[in-house]
């Protein structure tokens, strides 16, 4: 399970580190691709075979079409280079407004990776709603 918030920064050439102490988890390969909320999403291997083989059980509507065709279209099988970083595509690049300083946050099965600026206006809007999420999700439950 990934977790955790990481501050690095990418550079001109779209390379940004990924933690060491993710790397093992996440794998020699994995997968690059364009999220939900402005983000992008980095999946290990076996958590991206396990998503695309349920995709392949929905049935064929214009809205599975239209997720695919965005979601795996700017899919890209990533590895690290000999400093640890990853090399991020351009189209990935822009539809994460990615510029200097980048979030790398952890979750569950997969990490994510943001914009500073995108992170805290997402934080921002939603720090208050913690609660609410919460009671919503674990109805009564006890979750901290």
């Not at 539809?95 to 943001?114: M, P, R, S, T």
């Not at 913690?130 to 979750?143: E, H, P, R, T």
Request: with cysteine.
């Amino acid at each position: 399970m990934f977790m955790g918030e990481y501050h690095h920064s990418i550079d001109s050439k779209g390379r940004i580190i990924i933690p060491a102490k993710l790397r093992d988890d996440l794998g020699e390969n994995f997968i690059v691709t364009r999220g939900l909320d402005g983000c992008l999403f980095v999946y290990p291997k076996n958590s991206w075979d396990r998503i695309i083989d349920k995709y392949k059980q929905l049935p064929d509507t214009k809205d599975k079409r239209q997720f695919m065709r965005i979601f795996l279209s700017g899919a890209t099988i990533c590895e690290y280079d000999l400093n640890g970083r990853i090399n991020i595509p351009n189209p990935l690049i822009e539809f994460a407004n990615l510029k200097k300083d980048c979030i790398i946050i952890g979750v569950d099965e997969k990490l994510e990776i943001w914009s500073k600026e995108r992170w805290e206006e997402f934080i921002a809007n939603n720090e208050e709603n913690i609660s609410s999420l919460a009671d919503s999700l674990f109805s009564g439950d006890s979750y901290a």
